[in-house]
């Protein structure tokens, strides 16, 4: 099989470097600006416009040659193409029902990054990179590159900038080391996830740890003046906090996901909607919601667990070991006795404790809903109407096919980098 991997690293580039990535980065994004302007003038001028990838490389050197943008010149052409390809990838996932219609990026307000695709150099005894038009940029080596590099992308964070360098390498199938173990997980907001045999995680609590000094330094902020020095300085401290936050909460999702994985071959999880379940109930004017300030705060409480990045390094760390991960319908798995089958509400009168209203049964309601997660996910799985949601796909098949489309999807594929020890592809936000 093909795995691919990605390894990041802290950039330490010197000041001409820092300055050379800040303006490529610039260029990425006002060629995505721009292209997206030039898409939107020529579907005003002809309706029957098709938009391409090939159209929009014909555009850049009309672009780079013009006397108000000639200095996008100075950037590398690659850079610039990978751009348009993501601006590509947001209009076939915009038609593909998968997201909203592509945006404006703005600066502060998305992710400064570029991607290399070909001609980069890594010296690992030196602990060098060479990046085209840039040079020979140092990094902070945690640990040595395995496979061929296929791209890399350098992108700005809150404490500098970081390189991931996706490799590709050819190896044997991997089978688990326990083969036939089988587990259902149920999530939640005080336990990350409960399993079927009754080990359980501790949620993960980084945000809600840190609001008191967030909310204190975002107080402190409100009373500067805006774009004054002090202002940006204290910008730049409470990215730092907010990346703080999401680094904990990355590490511990890592681990809990490693630990799962090592020990069972199959796993059951519930198919949650976390879009659905974190949406606002504020309401509208005319229909005010009820509860809002609860529902907030237990949105706040989901999103902090981070459930969607807990699934994502299931998927990966089960892929790596042979394992599988399959996708259970949840509904009323919290309410139902494991022993009669009785399903009711009364069952679960609170957050912990279940007990059951026709044959006494009683236990904590989170490893009762993985009993029950697991023993669905066997039946279904056996009725053949499961499949892994680990597995490689290929080509992604449209869930809007009959919607009717004002231009021609195109189909780009790009290898993108993926999160810091992950398997597979990953489309990163063009900038």
Not at 41 to 57: E, G, V
Not at 277 to 295: C, D, L, R
């Amino acid at each position: 099989m093909i795995l691919r991997k990605a390894y990041q690293f802290k950039l330490r580039p010197d000041g001409a470097a820092r300055r050379k990535l800040s303006r490529f980065c610039g260029c990425a994004r006002f060629v995505y600006n721009k292209a997206l302007a030039w898409n939107r003038d020529q579907r005003s001028s002809d309706p029957n416009f098709k938009i391409s990838y090939a159209k929009l490389c014909e555009q850049l050197p009309e672009w780079k040659t013009a006397e108000e943008t000639k200095w996008l010149a100075e950037c590398d052409s690659q850079v610039l193409q990978q751009s348009l390809k993501d601006l590509m990838r947001a209009f076939t996932n915009f038609f593909e029902g998968l997201t909203d219609f592509p945006k404006f990026h703005k600066k502060f307000r998305n992710e400064d990054s570029i991607r290399y695709p070909q001609r980069f150099k890594i010296d690992e005894a030196r602990r060098q990179i060479f990046l085209p038009c840039i040079g020979w940029v140092k990094y902070r080596r945690s640990r040595f590159i395995e496979g061929k590099p296929k791209n890399v992308n350098v992108s700005r964070k809150a404490d500098g900038w970081y390189v991931s360098v996706q490799t590709e390498q050819e190896v044997p199938e991997p089978v688990h080391p326990k083969a036939g173990d089988e587990a259902g997980i149920d999530m939640g907001v005080v336990r990350l996830y409960t399993c079927s045999d009754g080990t359980f995680e501790q949620g993960a609590r980084c945000l809600r740890d840190k609001l008191e000094k967030l909310a204190k330094q975002q107080r402190r902020l409100k009373r500067m003046v805006k774009f004054s020095k002090n202002w940006i300085k204290q910008q730049q401290r409470i990215a730092r906090l907010h990346k703080t936050v999401a680094d904990s909460r990355r590490d511990l999702l890592r681990k809990a996901a490693n630990r799962l994985c090592q020990n069972h071959a199959v796993l059951f999880r519930e198919d949650l909607k976390i879009k659905n379940m974190t949406a606002s109930a504020k309401g509208t004017v005319e229909e005010p919601g009820k509860n809002v300030k609860q529902k907030s705060g237990l949105n706040r409480s989901i999103l902090d667990q981070g459930w969607g990045m807990f699934f994502s390094l299931l998927n990966v760390k089960m892929t790596e070991l042979g394992g599988l991960v399959f996708a259970v319908p949840p509904q009323n798995t919290s309410r139902t006795c494991p022993v009669c089958g009785c399903v009711s509400k009364e069952n679960r009168r609170t957050q912990a404790k279940f007990r059951c209203t026709s044959c006494g049964y009683e236990g904590n309601a989170d490893a009762i809903a993985a009993i029950n997660i697991l023993g669905r996910g066997q039946r279904l799985r056996a009725c053949g109407e499961l499949v892994p949601v680990n597995a490689a796909q290929v080509s992604r098949p449209s869930r809007k096919r009959s919607v009717v489309q004002q231009q021609e999807p195109v189909e780009v594929t790009v290898d993108g980098p993926a999160v810091n020890g992950s398997v597979g592809n990953h489309r990163p936000s063009g900038r």
